[in-house]
Each structure stands twice: as structure tokens, then as C-alpha cells.
């Protein structure tokens, strides 16, 4: 889920911003370009089988580095995704492509950079390095003498709704963030409108996470230990913490929780935990430095994925 730099590997060349997105704390409308791409870029291999400069070589922008194949991403493998994952993701896909094109139209507009998207790395061991470092983040290692070591989101279902997941909580809390350091009311209402959208695409891969909590990812941990969906969305909860410095206040969700009490009425315990709220059940917040930081697994001025 990096940008990345020509010599250093997140989920993105440039990792998740590039020139515009350095001058962030002023720039949160531009940055978001950039987020937008990043997701759009994803979700646009599972449900085409390619990416945003294919669907579209305008959206990605000028002078932009990325290419049709360059992000690394890769067509979902049609053997083992259901009806519901494709019509899932080409729906959030639309959404993520509509969402390039109209702020790039409304920086434009306004007489702003509508900044070109940045190079992105989505392969399948990108995800695997960050799977890794996911699972460092709960003080573990991932088992490398099984059959399986590495995470390929494009290999199932159940492997597409954890990689999204990794995007996912962290793009909501983005825009709630941005919505405070927005020079213009215009891009804040543009900001809250895109945020309501986020939020539905992250509960409905939440839900569909919820749904297969218990089973195996196919990974290990070196106790033997089966890494499971819920363990998985664990690890990637710790790794965000640690990364945008939250861990002592965190501002993330977990897979499940326990329902209020209601009294003569049964609910169910533990149910799925949906949205990535707090008590008042109001959207976390994360500055665009902390959500740099993640991105960038590291610090928001230096990429730490290699």
C-alpha cells in the first residue's frame, strides 16, 4: 500500500505521494489525488485484470510514471474469485476511478496542480513484505518452511479482502484528517463527500473479512500457530499503529466486538465490527503525516520498504 521511491519499494514508486503530497500539510487536496490512484489502481487489476493507465491513460495524468504495467499488479486468478468478490471489487473500482477523475477536474477547476499519480508497487511480494512486517508487529515471524510464504491478494476472494483491507480504515481516516488542515471549504466538502463513500467500501470488506474470521490465511507462524483472517486483521491493525505512532491511542478497529447490552433482548456476542469508529461512533482521525508514516512504512520523508 506504499509509494515508493525509484530505488526504495512501499506500495508505490513514490510511496502514496509524490512532489505535491511532500508539501503535505498544506497540500492534503493534492495528496489525496495520489491516495485515490493508489486504490483505484488496485482494485482496478482485480476487477479488469488491468490497470488505470489501460482503463483510461488520462486518468493517471501528465508526466505521470505510471504505466500499464509498471505498478507490479496483476489480474485476479478467475478459477478461484466468486461472483460477489468481482462484482464487489469492479463496483469500488468505479468508485475509486470516478474519484481520480473528479479531483483532478476540481484541482483544475480551481487552479490548482491536479499532480500526475505516482509510480505504485502492488505485486504480489510487495504484499508479502508487508504481510511480514504485519506480523513482526504482533512480535512474530511467518513461518517459511510451509507450503506457503507468501500473500498474493490476487490469488482468491479471501486474499483480495485482506490486501484491501490494508487500504481501506486508512483512506477514511485520511479524509477526516484532511477535512482539518483544507485551505478551501469547497475541497472539505468534496473531502466529506468522498469520505462517506470510503467508509462504505471499508464496512463492506470489514463484513466480508467478518465472514471468514476463523478460517486460514494459509500462512504460519513459526510456533505453527495458523495465521487466521482475524489474526491477519490484528497484525495489520498493530503495523498502523506502530507506523503512524498511535499505538497508545489507537485509532484503529478490530474484526469483531461485543455488542451493548439491551435489556430482555438477545444479540449475538461476538458480532462483526464494522465501522472503524470510536465510542461516539465518529470516524477516526489521522493527520497526513501519520498516514504518510504508514504508507510509507517508515517515516513520512523516508520510504522503509525495500
Known amino acids: 500500500m506504499i509509494v515508493r521511491q525509484p530505488a526504495r519499494a512501499g506500495f508505490a514508486h513514490k510511496t502514496f505521494v509524490i512532489s505535491a503530497c511532500l508539501d503535505l500539510l498544506n497540500k492534503s487536496d493534492t495528496c489525496h489525488l495520489s491516495g485515490q490512484c493508489l486504490e483505484a489502481e488496485f482494485y482496478s487489476w482485480i476487477a479488469y485484470g488491468e490497470g488505470i493507465y489501460t482503463v483510461n491513460s488520462t486518468l493517471v495524468g501528465t508526466s505521470s510514471n505510471l504505466t500499464a504495467s509498471s505498478s507490479g499488479g496483476a489480474a485476479r486468478n478467475s478459477s478461484t474469485f466468486s461472483d460477489t468478490a468481482v462484482a464487489i471489487a469492479t463496483e469500488i473500482a468505479e468508485n475509486e476511478i470516478a474519484h481520480v477523475r473528479y479531483l483532478r477536474q476540481a484541482l483544475t477547476a480551481a487552479g490548482a496542480t491536479a499532480v500526475p499519480c505516482p509510480s505504485l508497487a502492488l505485486s504480489p511480494a510487495i504484499f508479502t513484505a508487508a504481510a511480514t512486517a504485519a506480523v513482526s508487529a504482533l512480535n512474530d515471524t511467518i513461518a517459511t518452511n510451509t507450503s506457503a510464504t507468501a500473500f498474493n491478494p490476487y490469488s482468491s476472494d479471501a486474499a483480495f479482502y485482506l490486501g484491501a483491507y490494508i487500504f481501506e480504515d486508512v483512506g477514511v481516516t485520511a479524509y477526516k484528517g484532511a477535512v482539518k488542515v483544507l485551505q478551501s471549504q469547497a475541497y472539505a466538502t468534496i ?76 444479540i449475538a456476542s461476538p458480532g462483526p465490527d464494522l465501522f472503524a469508529a470510536d465510542a461516539n461512533s465518529v470516524a ?14 517508515g517515516s513520512y520523508t523516508t520510504p522503509g520498504m525495500s
Open 191 to 266: 473531502a466529506a463527500g468522498i469520505e462517506a463513500v470510503e467508509a462504505g467500501h471499508a464496512a463492506i470488506i470489514r463484513y466480508q473479512l467478518y465472514q471468514i474470521a476463523s478460517s486460514d490465511t494459509g500462512l504460519y507462524l513459526n510456533s505453527g500457530d495458523a495465521i487466521t483472517f482475524e489474526t491477519a486483521v490484528t497484525a495489520i491493525n498493530a503495523l498502523r499503529d506502530a507506523l503512524g505512532g498511535t499505538s497508545s491511542s489507537s485509532v484503529e478497529s478490530p474484526l469483531t466486538r461485543t455488542p451493548t447490552a439491551v435489556s430482555g433482548v438477545t
Open 284 to 297: 477516526f482521525t489521522r493527520i497526513p503525516k501519520q498516514v504518510l508514516d504508514i504508507v510509507y512504512f
